[in-house]
C-alpha cells in the first residue's frame, strides 16, 4: 500500500467516524439524557438525505438559494419535526418500560418508511454536489480525492467542537447534565425539565437530518437507508458510553477506523470486524470507553 493509498483510507475513515458522530451523537443524547431507546432515530437520517434531495431543486427554482440556504431551509424543519414528535409521542414514554419505547419507535419507523414511498416513491435518487464543491484534489499522478468529502468532514468537526463547548461550557448544556443527573432535583431548581427534554430531543433529530442532508450528495438517497445506518451508531453508543458525547466522538473515530481498513486489508470478514471491537470495549470497560 503505498502511501496515497493509505491517506485516502485515512480520510475516508475520518469521514465516515465523523459522519457516524454527528448521527450517534443525537441518539446517545436522547438515550442517556431522556432513557428512551429510539429505534426510530436512524429514519431521521433518511429524511434529512430526503429534504436534501426535494429542497434542492424547489430553493432554487423559488427563491434562487443554493446549497447552504437548503441545508438551512431542511435544518428548520427537522427541529420542527423533532419538537412536534417529542411532544406528541416521546414525552408519554419517559420512565416507561423500555419494550414499551421499543414497540413505539419502531412504530415510527414503519410510518415514516410508508409515508416516503408515498411522498417520494421506491426510487434511489442522487442529489448534485455544489458546483463549488465538486472539484478532485490531486495526490499524486493517479489519484484523486473529492473535495466534497473534505467539506462533509469539515463541517462535523465543527459541529462536534460547537456541540462540546455547549455542552460543556454553556448554562444550557450545565441544566441538560443536572437533568441526567437528577431530574427531580433539576425541576425543584425551577427549571422546565419538560422544555429543557423537548430541546435536546429537536437538536438529536437535527443532527441526525443534517448528517443526511450532507452525505445525500455524497451518496445515494434510497429506501431503507435510516435502518442500514441505526444499528452501527447503537454500536457507538455503546462502545463510547451512553450519554457520553467525547465517548461518541472516540467510539465513532475508531468505528470508521476499523471498518474503512477492515474492507481494505479483510473484505472477508469486514462486516464482523465492528462487533468484534465492540465486544473487545465492552469486555474491557463494560460500560463502555467514557461514562458521563
Request: aromatic share 12%.
Amino acid at each position: 500500500m503505498d502511501f496515497a493509498i493509505f491517506l485516502i483510507q485515512c480520510l475516508n475513515a475520518l469521514q465516515y467516524g465523523l459522519l457516524l458522530f454527528l448521527i450517534a451523537s443525537g441518539l446517545t443524547l436522547i438515550f442517556g439524557i431522556m432513557g428512551v431507546i429510539n429505534l426510530a432515530h436512524g429514519s431521521f437520517y433518511m429524511i434529512g438525505a430526503y429534504l436534501a434531495y426535494a429542497l434542492a431543486p424547489a430553493v432554487a427554482w423559488s427563491i434562487g438559494g443554493g446549497f447552504f440556504t437548503t441545508l438551512a431551509i431542511g435544518l428548520v424543519i427537522s427541529v420542527i419535526l423533532g419538537y412536534l414528535l417529542e411532544w406528541a409521542f416521546f414525552s408519554f414514554l419517559y420512565e416507561r418500560e423500555h419494550l414499551q419505547q421499543v414497540l413505539m419507535t419502531y412504530g415510527l419507523i414503519l410510518v415514516f418508511e410508508e409515508l416516503r414511498s408515498i411522498v417520494v416513491g421506491d426510487d434511489v435518487h442522487s442529489v448534485e454536489i455544489p458546483k463549488f464543491l465538486d472539484i478532485a484534489l490531486p495526490l499524486n499522478e493517479v489519484l484523486t480525492y473529492p473535495l466534497y468529502r473534505l467539506f462533509m468532514s469539515g463541517v462535523c468537526l465543527i459541529l462536534a467542537v460547537g456541540m462540546w463547548l455547549v455542552f460543556k461550557r454553556t448554562r444550557l448544556g450545565m441544566m441538560i447534565r443536572a437533568g441526567t443527573s437528577n431530574r427531580e432535583m433539576t425541576q425543584s431548581l425551577g427549571i422546565d425539565i419538560t422544555l429543557l427534554y423537548r430541546v435536546v430531543f429537536a437538536c438529536g433529530v437535527a443532527l441526525a437530518a443534517f448528517a443526511g442532508m450532507i452525505a445525500a450528495p455524497a451518496t445515494s438517497v434510497y429506501p431503507g437507508m435510516g435502518s442500514s445506518v441505526l444499528i452501527i451508531c447503537f454500536v457507538v453508543v455503546v462502545i463510547g458510553g451512553i450519554g457520553s458525547i467525547k465517548g461518541a466522538m472516540l467510539a465513532s473515530l475508531l468505528v470508521g477506523l476499523v471498518d474503512t481498513f477492515g474492507k481494505l486489508l479483510l473484505p472477508q470478514i469486514s462486516g464482523m470486524l465492528v462487533y468484534v471491537l465492540m465486544a473487545l470495549i465492552l469486555l474491557w470497560r463494560p460500560n463502555g470507553l467514557f461514562k458521563d
